[in-house]
């Protein structure tokens, strides 16, 4: 089941950098240029490339208050395209893969993205067992996620799913193990399980992690956390990371994104993967 993970991502724990697009059209923290928004969010997939990073996720983290995606328009769509398609051609030499998460558990308008721009992956949120984010109920959906990669003709796209995601409470589901969560996700066709802390930037347990292996096919993905001073406990729990707040002026995902920081991290992996 590491097969099609493993062909998109062929070193050894590959660091996926988080690019937290600028608040889009429509939302309250919008700030009325989104030419620059754009520009920005290619800046910083370029500054991603330039320090050796594996691979790139485009999120709209900063459309708070999130809403659910039956409330999303056609406006982030449309928008999260053209960050798509921008961030593609910008490291189309590096060939560096990319995906997208759009917020909150808009896993089929990722998907829509993902085929219109050429992308290789999405995150998806909710894709086995219901629970309550801070958005509100968050039903499972994927059964009508992979029917519609399968209608738009989108089966190349990955789709990452999170279990017991962050930013969530997951009471109703208390009496389901972490361990059954995943199975469920690998039943019902997962690419790759995604385990987080709980809240953004806050670490993944390392004895989770480790709870699954052996007990799944699936890639195991740390989704929250990772630092240059820990990524040596997760290298041999999981299969890769995704890493957004620790790329940031200060570790906070709302800063700026430092290229000394990438740098520095991609440096320390270097050297482990040696």
Not at 61 to 73: A, E, F, I, K
Not at 248 to 253: L, N, Q, T
């Amino acid at each position: 089941m590491l097969s099609r993970f493993k062909q998109l991502f062929s070193q050894k724990f590959p660091i996926i950098g988080m690019i937290h697009v600028g608040a889009l059209p429509g939302t309250p923290l919008y700030s009325g240029d989104f030419d620059e928004t754009v520009n920005k969010a290619v800046r910083e997939a370029e500054i991603y490339t330039e320090n050796g990073i594996d691979g790139l996720m485009i999120e709209n983290m900063h459309d708070v208050p999130y809403v659910q995606s039956r409330h999303l328009g056609p406006e982030t769509v449309a928008c999260m395209t053209r960050f798509a398609t921008a961030v593609r051609e910008a490291t189309r030499r590096a060939a560096v893969p990319c995906g997208v998460q759009i917020l909150a558990c808009g896993n089929r308008e990722a998907l829509a993205v993902a085929k219109a721009a050429g992308l290789d992956f999405i995150r998806a949120e909710g894709y086995v067992f219901g629970h309550v984010a801070d958005e509100g109920y968050t039903d499972a959906n994927a059964g009508l996620v992979l029917r519609y990669r399968k209608a738009i003709d989108a089966e190349r796209v990955l789709v990452l799913t999170d279990i017991k995601k962050k930013h969530s409470s997951h009471s109703i589901t208390e009496d389901v193990s972490l361990v059954e969560t995943a199975k469920a996700a690998e039943f019902f066709i997962s690419d790759g399980l995604i385990l987080t802390g709980s809240s953004t930037g806050s670490e993944t347990s390392v004895e989770e992690v480790q709870s699954l292996r052996n007990k799944t096919r699936l890639p195991l993905i740390i989704g929250s956390g990772v630092t240059v001073e820990n990524i040596d406990r997760y290298w041999n729990a999981a299969d890769a990371a995704i890493v957004g707040s620790h790329f940031k002026d200060g570790g906070s995902w709302q800063n700026e994104l430092s290229g000394s920081r990438v740098n520095a991290l991609m440096k320390k992996l270097a050297g482990i993967r040696n």
